[in-house]
C-alpha cells in the first residue's frame, strides 16, 4: 500500500465497471467464459445448503426423505453488487423464493432487468442474445426485485421505491419491499468499501434479517499474506482486497458472530484466494 495511504472512491468504481462488458466474463474480470462461474455458483449453494438445509428442493446429503418439508412462508434473498444478476439466477433462485437484486452500475443493472423481463417471457435468450430462464420467474413461482443504488447508501430495511420486478407478486396487492431477509448474499462487491462505509453496511444488514437463522454471505478474495493484517489497493476498479475481512466484520460495532467459513476450491491459477463466510447476529 503506498504512502498515500489510498481508499476506495465510489464514483472511480462505478466508472471503471461501466466500461466493462455486461456479461459474466465483464463482470469476473474476463474469467466469464470458463469454468469459473459453473464452479463459484456450485461452491456457493454448497456452502449456503450447508447452514439452511431446509432450502435444499429434494432428498439429497443436506436433507433425507424424512425431513420435514419447510414451512409455507416465503424465503427472501437480497444479492447486493450484483452485476448482471449471476448470482441471483445461479445461486439464489435455485434454492430461494424471492431475491431483492442491488447494482449500481447502470449497464450492468439494465442487463440485469432485460435478463429478467426475458425469463418471465419465457424467453431462452435476451436482447443482449444471453441464455437466460432464470428459475421461477416465467411460472411467476418466484420474483426478482430490481434496485439501482450503491452499497454506502443502500438500508435493506427500508430500500425505497425498485425500479422494477418480475415474476411473482404478492396477493391482494400486498407490498412486500420492506421485508426482512433470510439471506443477504455480498460477493466480490465490498472491496468497493472503505472500513467505516463497511461496518455501517453490515450494521444495516444486521437490521433487515429476518431471525436468529438468517444469514449474511460475505465471499471475497483474500490477500494471501498471513504474517500481518494487510490491505491492497487496485487502483484500476478502486478496490481493496483485505487479508483483515474477519477483524472488519466480526467486531463488536458490527455486531455479527462468524458461525462457518471456507476456502473456494477449483478456481483457476493465479487469482487471489477466495473465502466465503457465513455471520448471524451476534
Known amino acids: 500500500m503506498s504512502s498515500t495511504n489510498p481508499v476506495p472512491d465510489l464514483e472511480a468504481g462505478i466508472q471503471y465497471w461501466a466500461t466493462q462488458p455486461a456479461n459474466y466474463d465483464g463482470v469476473l474480470g474476463g474469467y466469464g467464459t470458463g469454468s469459473l462461474p459453473r464452479v463459484d455458483s456450485l461452491g456457493s449453494r454448497r456452502f449456503l445448503l450447508d447452514l439452511l438445509p431446509e ?106 421505491t425498485p425500479l422494477d420486478r418480475v415474476g411473482y407478486l404478492p396477493q391482494d396487492g400486498v407490498d412486500d419491499t420492506e421485508s426482512k431477509f433470510d439471506v443477504i448474499w455480498c460477493q466480490w462487491c465490498l472491496g468497493h468499501l472503505k472500513d467505516d462505509d463497511l461496518v455501517h453496511f453490515l450494521q444495516r444488514s444486521k437490521k433487515a434479517l429476518r431471525d436468529a437463522r438468517s444469514l449474511i454471505i460475505v465471499k471475497e478474495n483474500i490477500c494471501r499474506e498471513q504474517n500481518e493484517p494487510v490491505t491492497v489497493f487496485d487502483e484500476q476498479d478502486s478496490t481493496f482486497t483485505r487479508f483483515t475481512w474477519r477483524s472488519k466484520m466480526f467486531s463488536g460495532t458490527a455486531g455479527l458472530k462468524m458461525i462457518q467459513e471456507k476456502i473456494q476450491h477449483g478456481l483457476p491459477e493465479g487469482l487471489f484466494p477466495v473465502k466465503m463466510y457465513a455471520l448471524r447476529e451476534a
Request: hydrophobic content about 40%; overall charge neutral; glycine content about 8%.
Open 55 to 160: 432450502l435444499s428442493t429434494v432428498p439429497s446429503p443436506f436433507r433425507s426423505l424424512s425431513a420435514p418439508l419447510s414451512d409455507t412462508r416465503r424465503v427472501r434473498a437480497l444479492d447486493v453488487g450484483a452485476g448482471v444478476g449471476r448470482v441471483t439466477s445461479d445461486v439464489l433462485l435455485p434454492l430461494v423464493s424471492d431475491v431483492v437484486l442491488l447494482e449500481p452500475v447502470e449497464p450492468f443493472i439494465n442487463e440485469a432487468r432485460s435478463r429478467g423481463k426475458a425469463s418471465e417471457s419465457g424467453l431462452e435468450t435476451n436482447d443482449s442474445g444471453y441464455r437466460v430462464l432464470w428459475k421461477g420467474i416465467a411460472d411467476r413461482s418466484k420474483s426478482v426485485t430490481f434496485f439501482k443504488g450503491a452499497l454506502q447508501s443502500f438500508d435493506p430495511v427500508a430500500p425505497g
